[in-house]
């Protein structure tokens, strides 16, 4: 279903465009010193963003308080925390594992993902990631509930509309899980 969106240009635009609507959003707010919030990105070096969007995906949308220097980085539908594969490939591919097609191992070489990390991001899926407290409060709202062995892609399926919607919503369900809870 998905992994043809990481060659959609598209999907790359549009969420960057949503990132930037997260971080005005997080801007038009005041620090907690009542500072205003100026920009200061983080420079960032993404795997598996298409050439064409390098450049945007360069750097992270984040802010310094005017007043006391604090630092506040917005959610982010682009980047997932601190990993430097993007957060698009991480949920398409993570449940590429198993599925030993032409067209996922093509991508993962495309992508240069090595097996390893694919293990990876599937034990996190499948271990880490129904320990969260976000998908504490999200797995109640699933009936029947979410295969915890086809995470991410059994979540996937449960968002309604075409492959492109599925994705954003997925990835806008993560977002609290992209910025570090203090």
Known sequence: MCHNL????????????VDESLAEEARTTRCACGGKWHRADYPRKPRGCLRDF?????????????????????????FFGRRVYLALVILLMAGRLTARTPGAQAVCALLDIPGRTLRRWRDWWT??????????????CYLPPVNREDLPLSLLARFAGPPVAAVLDG????????????
């Open 54 to 78: 390098r450049m945007q995906y360069a750097s992270r949308f984040s802010f310094c308080c005017s007043h006391c220097r604090k630092r506040r980085t917005s959610p982010s539908v682009r």
């Open 127 to 140: 271990q880490a990631f129904p320990m969260t407290a976000l998908w504490k409060a999200e797995v109640a």
């Open 171 to 182: 990835l806008a369900l993560l977002t609290p899980l992209t910025i570090r809870q203090r």
């Open 6 to 17: 990481l060659h959609d240009p598209k999907i790359f635009q549009l969420l960057y465009r």
